[in-house]
């Protein structure tokens, strides 16, 4: 079957939406109906009050002018990292379509109505799971895992819905830099970004590849 992807691709000036949030949507659509594997993958980069770097691989939830959001334990690596340091970085590795999205930005809390509303949302076993794992800590073996699910289990059996533990909830990365990557041959890239100059003012720019 014949990849249009696999043809060349370029970004242009004339190629880029007003804002990034318009240039975003472009492109995840793009990604969704190319039938890239989880489209909205992204590698979530945090340091710890040291600087000291990690990253991992978690599911974009939503996206708006205000930024991209996602979920999580806050007693977990990352919401440590962020607590100290609430600064992350976003990659959406898009490699079917030699395209790649990087966001700099804070990170905020949801407001707790919002993490409720998403958990209410999910499938019942991930609510239990969320309960029932203490993400990022050391456990002797998967027994210790799955004997605090059942207890979960046992503790919700006759409730419904299950309520969104005080451990866990959203956050949203609010960009103060958005960079879309065209590959291109010989390592020509393209790369434009918007960038967050003052207060409401957005400028973009090309960087070299």
């Known amino acids: 079957m014949r990849n ?69 334990n806050y007693a977990s690596r990352k919401g440590g990292d962020l607590a100290a340091n609430p600064y992350a970085s976003l990659v959406f590795p898009w490699f079917g379509m030699q395209r790649q999205v990087v966001v700099t930005g804070r990170v905020d809390r949801l407001d707790r109505a919002e993490t409720e509303a998403y958990f209410a949302s999910r499938p019942r076993g991930s609510q239990l799971g969320a309960w029932a794992s203490t993400q ?8 210790v895992l799955e004997e605090r699910y059942r207890a979960v289990q046992r503790r919700f059996a006759d409730v419904e819905p299950v309520p969104a533990p005080p451990h866990w909830g959203g956050l949203r990365v609010r960009p103060d830099a958005v960079e879309f990557w065209q590959g291109r041959p010989d390592r020509m890239h393209d790369r434009l970004r ?16």
């Open 136 to 143: 990022s800590s050391v456990v002797a073996d998967r027994s």
């Open 194 to 209: 918007y960038r967050l100059a003052a207060p409401g003012e957005w400028v973009t720019e090309r960087l070299a590849p």
């Open 4 to 72: 249009e992807y696999a043809e060349e691709k370029t970004l242009s000036w004339d190629d880029l939406a007003a804002d990034w949030h318009t240039q975003f949507d472009r492109w995840f659509h793009d990604a969704v109906a190319a039938g890239l594997p989880e489209p909205n993958a992204m590698v979530v980069g945090t340091a710890d009050a040291d600087g000291r770097p990690s990253g991992r691989t978690v599911l974009l939830k939503g996206y708006d002018p205000a930024g991209f959001v996602f979920f999580t």
